[in-house]
């Protein structure tokens, strides 16, 4: 793999490590451009990117289609909405066009995010190149036919040269990218307490409506539980090759990366104590703590259905067990978010 | 989670970029340390990475056996579907099912064969003969 020595970029851009990619590059485009109050969980509270769904009728890779997060797009979009930074996103037909005006900004020394898919991401492990089309990373800069990348999920900076970096941006399949690239205004002014105050507010109460408020069975705390009963009727419905192959792809939405389920929920705990310093009302820490247990739950039912795919556990009763679990975390995040949402109320 | 709790597993991942991970500090507070990985997430990929060397597996007898042109095998190789595959190369799902054929492959015209391989990451002749 190349790794950049961070010193090599002449435009200062600081690489960030995260967790998540999109928090990633939201956060650390926006300190390039003079927000630097902003971190990884603050970026993902106030885009209110916590959410569970399983759509029914829809399968992704002939297993459930479960997402943990909200759409791809939406943190960054709602970050800069809240504290009132312009944003721009194009997408392209042509792919020499979408390079050609990427190249324009990073001549003008403007590091630019893209949305690209991990299949043939080069510098990714090959074990996790699947066609997943909705990963984030930040265009630093060129040298020569190099693209100097900052892909969130990686410690250090990498290149992709031009060929590669086309390919990923014009990857196809669900979500294909089609090119898109957004960044937000050149000059920013530093975000006020105030800005980031209301940005709190707002953030909280659109993740206690996406959480609560959503119609159907399937989406927000209740999807959880709605997955749950699903669970208990895998094993005769499925037989026991499908049920694991299910449970394994339950896993993997929740703690792979760019997803993150337990992961999530202990991003979104980071938030609400990091909210409180603007907001100081105890509430957020105590719900900070509900959040952290409900993560810490997600994470015991992964290794739950881990039993399970490994072939260890089996039976009816092992997978009314995870079934469960599931049924408790919904309970447990729906009491949270209800709290949160009576709190919140009154905020001003 | 705690800090201290933090599994410190081998991960695919792990082994290039550790990852960043929200961790309750012994103060309560939260703060960010690295896991390399975690068995739990490994096993279930390596479920996922199961059922696609199945598939690549059938894949491979069926063009041994002559059901299939090695379309089959590098599509499945390559965890795509026929939506995909006529997403990359703008070809109608059907007429990719025909390409799939034996007796409709052997007669593909160099270009064709030559987009195929580059989607693939291989070369023309190891697309027509993947297997020696």
Redesign the interface.
């Known amino acids: 793999m190349d790794s950049i020595n961070q010193s090599t970029v002449a435009n200062g851009f600081h690489h960030l490590q995260a967790a998540h990619c999109e928090n990633g590059v939201t956060t650390a485009l926006l300190k390039h451009y003079g927000v630097h109050k902003l971190t990884e969980p603050m970026a993902f509270g106030i885009g209110s990117g916590l959410f569970y769904i399983q759509l029914p009728f829809m399968k992704v890779n002939g297993g459930p289609a479960i997402s943990f997060r909200t759409m791809p797009g939406l943190i960054f979009k709602r970050t800069c909405k809240a504290l009132g930074i312009p944003v721009t996103r194009k997408k392209y037909v042509s792919p020499q066009k979408a390079m050609q005006e990427l190249d324009e900004r990073l001549i003008a020394g403007k590091p630019t995010a893209c949305q690209v898919g991990v299949f043939y991401l080069t510098y990714f492990p090959k074990e996790y190149r699947f066609h997943f089309n909705a990963h984030n990373l930040i265009v630093v800069d060129k040298q020569g036919d190099d693209y100097i990348i900052s892909d969130p999920i990686m410690e250090t900076l990498v290149t992709m040269n031009s060929y590669e970096l086309q390919r990923v941006r014009f990857a196809k399949g669900a979500f294909a990218p089609r090119g898109q690239m957004y960044y937000p205004g050149d000059h920013l002014n530093e975000a006020t307490d105030e800005q980031i105050r209301n940005g709190i507010i707002s953030g909280i109460k659109r993740n206690c409506r996406d959480m609560l408020m959503i119609p159907g069975s399937f989406g927000g705390a209740k999807g959880i539980a709605y997955t749950g009963r699903n669970i208990k009727k895998w094993k005769d419905k499925l037989g026991d090759d499908k049920a694991r192959g299910y449970l394994a792809q339950l896993v993997r939405m929740q703690e792979e990366i760019g997803t993150g389920g337990g992961g999530f929920r202990f991003i979104y705990g980071a938030f609400l104590q990091q909210a409180h310093a603007y907001l100081p009302m105890d509430e957020l820490l105590q719900i900070s703590q509900q959040i952290t247990t409900t993560g810490d739950k997600w994470r015991d039912a992964a290794i739950q259905a881990s039993g399970i795919y490994k072939g260890r556990l089996g039976t009816q009763a092992d997978y009314d067990n995870m079934g469960d679990r599931l049924i408790e975390i919904s309970q447990l995040e729906t009491k949270a978010f209800k709290q949160l949402k009576e709190a919140i109320k009154k905020a001003k | 989670?705690k800090k201290e709790e933090i599994p410190q597993d081998d991960g695919?991942?792990g082994?290039?970029?550790?990852?960043?991970?929200?961790?309750?500090g012994a103060d309560g507070?939260?703060e960010?340390a690295q896991s390399t990985g975690?068995?739990?997430?490994t096993?279930?990929?390596n479920?996922?990475?199961g059922?696609v060397n199945s598939k690549i597996e059938a894949a491979r007898q069926k063009v041994l056996n002559g059901e299939a042109s090695p379309l089959l095998y590098f599509m499945e190789k390559?965890?795509?579907d026929l939506?995909?595959l006529s997403?990359?190369t703008g070809y109608w799902k059907w007429t990719i099912k025909k390409h799939m054929k034996p007796s409709v492959f052997s007669k593909l015209s160099e270009e064709k064969l030559k987009k195929y391989a580059e989607l693939f990451e291989v070369g023309v002749d190891e697309l027509k003969k993947p297997f020696g």
Request: charged share 25%; proline share 0%.
């Open positions: 989670m695919a991942l082994r290039i970029a550790k990852e960043v991970t929200y961790v309750v507070k939260y960010t975690w068995d739990v997430k096993d279930a990929l479920v996922a990475w059922e390559k965890i795509m939506s995909i997403a990359y």
